[in-house]
């Protein structure tokens, strides 16, 4: 869990001195930054980390080819993205093609 801090209605940092602005600098942190007035949330972490090493590989489109589908697969599902590493043996063919 983390913890995201947001100015609150009436904040505004034009505000804040400058030595303010300094000691914020010298040791910056939002909670500095904030202080004068501050609303926390409390939020839940969707950060996955992917061995690709781990991954099983699957055979490809054409032979020689396999594909390691590393995120928008069946087994990490994605909203908006899909990510696989593709490889190739020496002397493998694959028609030229994209993908909308």
Do not use: C, Y
């Amino acid at each position: 869990m983390g913890r995201i801090l947001a100015p609150t209605a009436g904040f505004d940092p034009h505000l804040l001195s400058v030595k303010e602005w300094w000691d914020i600098g010298l040791n910056f942190s939002a909670e500095k930054l904030f202080a004068k007035g501050s609303l926390g949330v409390e939020i839940k972490s969707t950060l996955m980390v992917v061995n690709e090493e781990e991954v099983e590989p699957r055979e490809g489109v054409t032979a020689g080819q396999t594909v390691k589908a590393i995120v928008g697969s069946g087994e990490r599902p994605a909203d908006r993205i899909r990510v696989a590493l593709a490889s190739f043996e020496a002397g493998t063919l694959e028609r030229l093609h994209w993908h909308p």
